[in-house]
Protein backbone atom coordinates (compact mmCIF):
# COMPACT_ATOMS: atom_id res chain seq x y z
CA UNK A 1 0.00 0.00 0.00
CA UNK A 2 1.56 3.12 -0.85
CA UNK A 3 1.47 6.30 1.63
CA UNK A 4 -0.65 8.38 -0.25
CA UNK A 5 -3.30 5.63 0.70
CA UNK A 6 -2.67 5.22 3.72
CA UNK A 7 -2.89 9.04 4.05
CA UNK A 8 -6.13 9.16 2.24
CA UNK A 9 -7.73 6.59 4.26
CA UNK A 10 -6.57 8.11 7.48
CA UNK A 11 -8.29 11.11 6.68
CA UNK A 12 -11.18 9.61 5.46
CA UNK A 13 -11.55 7.50 8.51
CA UNK A 14 -11.34 10.76 10.62
CA UNK A 15 -13.54 12.32 8.73
CA UNK A 16 -16.00 9.67 9.10
CA UNK A 17 -16.16 9.36 12.94
CA UNK A 18 -15.99 12.92 12.71
CA UNK A 19 -19.53 12.45 10.66
CA UNK A 20 -21.17 9.74 12.98
CA UNK A 21 -20.17 11.82 16.64
CA UNK A 22 -21.81 14.60 14.98
CA UNK A 23 -24.41 12.93 13.78
CA UNK A 24 -25.04 11.70 17.35
CA UNK A 25 -24.34 15.26 19.18
CA UNK A 26 -27.27 16.31 17.64
CA UNK A 27 -29.59 13.74 17.54
CA UNK A 28 -29.03 13.50 21.32
CA UNK A 29 -29.89 17.92 21.27
CA UNK A 30 -32.94 17.26 19.62
CA UNK A 31 -34.41 14.49 21.71
CA UNK A 32 -33.67 16.56 24.60
CA UNK A 33 -34.67 19.99 23.25
CA UNK A 34 -37.59 21.47 24.78
CA UNK A 35 -39.35 24.02 22.69
CA UNK A 36 -39.65 27.70 25.01
CA UNK A 37 -43.36 27.55 26.24
CA UNK A 38 -45.30 30.82 25.33
CA UNK A 39 -47.28 32.10 28.22
CA UNK A 40 -51.37 32.05 27.59
CA UNK A 41 -53.44 34.93 27.74
CA UNK A 42 -55.33 33.16 30.83
CA UNK A 43 -51.61 33.46 32.76
CA UNK A 44 -51.05 36.83 31.43
CA UNK A 45 -53.90 38.10 33.04
CA UNK A 46 -53.60 36.38 36.26
CA UNK A 47 -50.55 37.69 36.59
CA UNK A 48 -51.63 41.31 35.68
CA UNK A 49 -53.82 41.29 38.19
CA UNK A 50 -51.72 40.08 40.73
CA UNK A 51 -49.33 42.70 40.24
CA UNK A 52 -52.21 45.48 40.39
CA UNK A 53 -53.19 43.96 43.94
CA UNK A 54 -49.74 44.81 45.45
Do not use: E, N, Y
Amino acid sequence: MSLTSTILMLIFGWLSVAAAMLWGVLRIARRHHHAPSVPSDKTVKTARRHVAAH
